[in-house]
């Protein structure tokens, strides 16, 4: 069974900087896309970082310049670099990967998300 694991979350001052990193279950790859989900309460889960196992990362306007999203094979994780922090990267932060099964289907894959806080 497939499973992501977050960790890194917690409280930093404005500027401050935090890495999150996801521990995933087999190897990552397996995983055509692994990446970041952020989500604020009342809002939908917006795409943070995305880093395929083919092609460039991708990230939202918000974070582009901050954010660093990389695949570590060795520890078999996808870590998610934040600098200059701000109060508005707040929330739960989740990773997901998305896998293509031999029929052609894709399947997305989500971790319990851990909470981001940004404030002095």
């Known amino acids: 069974q497939v499973q992501l694991v977050e960790s890194g979350g917690g409280l930093v001052q404005p500027g401050g900087s935090l890495r999150l990193s996801c521990a995933v279950s087999?190897?990552?790859?397996?995983?055509?896309?692994l990446g970041w989900y952020r989500q604020v309460p009342g809002n939908q889960r917006e795409l943070v970082a995305s880093?395929?196992?083919?092609?460039?990362?991708r990230y939202s306007d918000s974070v582009q310049g901050r954010f660093t999203a990389s695949r570590d094979a060795a520890k078999n994780t996808v870590d998610l670099q934040m600098n200059n922090l701000k109060p508005e990267d707040t929330g739960v932060y989740y990773c997901?990967?998305?896998?293509?099964?031999?029929?052609?289907?894709?399947?997305?894959?989500w971790g319990q998300g851990t909470q981001v806080t940004v404030s002095s």
């Open positions: 087999g190897s990552i790859f397996s995983f055509d896309v």
């Open positions: 880093a395929p196992r083919y092609g460039s990362r």
């Open positions: 997901y990967g998305e896998q293509t099964m031999p029929t052609g289907s894709t399947v997305n894959y």
